[in-house]
């Protein structure tokens, strides 16, 4: 039987809505790779009243399944197709639902705390980190959340202020030092796609 293709796998990290995810798509489509969102695995709380789970810090590395990203991560590593678990971000619970997730040449791997975990992150060939400052993030968070997953401006900004900002200083930026390379989030996209390819090939 012949043995599964290890794929490069590609982790990119960095604060809330620096730019991690439009990385990650530009490059997906250069590769044609899949991605693993880290989003994908937080705890479910369904346990919770509605008013809990919206009260729950979702920025700290506990608030992700890492026993279940840990293995799916091994698994892509190995050539494996895995399961995807789907969060519902508007009622902040896991879905039944399931994605299949096939390894190919190329992973890409994204999210804040892509690179904070060794058991993750020494799956990884490429380490990216994109930062951006705090007033772009919350611009950018803003208009993601109030379009895509139902938030109000208030609920947002309070969120930004007492958990994601606190959390980013506390838990993803420290991350940057594991990185290969570090981008700009506010730089021309173009740019950075140029030099994420480049450290790809690098290393591949």
């Not at 975990?117 to 705090?134: C, H």
């Not at 379009?147 to 208030?154: I, L, Q, S």
Request: proline residues 5%.
């Amino acid at each position: 039987m012949e043995e599964a293709k290890k794929p490069l796998l590609i982790g990119i990290a960095g604060p809330s809505c620096a730019g991690k995810t439009e990385l990650a798509t530009r490059l997906a489509e250069v590769l044609k790779a899949p991605i693993l969102a880290l989003d994908s695995y937080y705890r479910d709380l369904g346990r919770l009243s509605f008013e809990e789970r919206a009260r729950s810090n979702f920025d700290e590395p506990d608030a992700l399944d890492v026993t279940l990203l840990t293995e799916h991560v091994s698994r892509l590593a190995q050539g494996s197709e895995i399961a995807a678990p789907v969060y519902d971000f508007s009622r902040h619970l896991r879905t039944a639902e399931v994605r299949p997730l096939r390894a190919a040449d190329f992973v890409i791997i994204e999210g804040l705390f892509t690179l904070y975990w060794e058991e993750v992150r020494g799956k990884m060939q490429v380490k990216i980190f994109v930062g951006a400052s705090e007033e772009v993030c919350l611009d950018r968070r803003l208009e993601r959340d109030v379009r895509e997953r139902g938030r109000t401006p208030e609920s947002v900004r309070e969120q930004f202020r007492a958990t994601v900002a606190p959390m980013a200083q506390r838990y993803v930026l420290p991350t940057a030092a594991f990185a290969d390379l570090v981008l700009n989030g506010t730089s021309p996209i173009e740019e950075s796609v140029a030099a994420a390819l480049a450290l790809v090939r690098r290393k591949g």
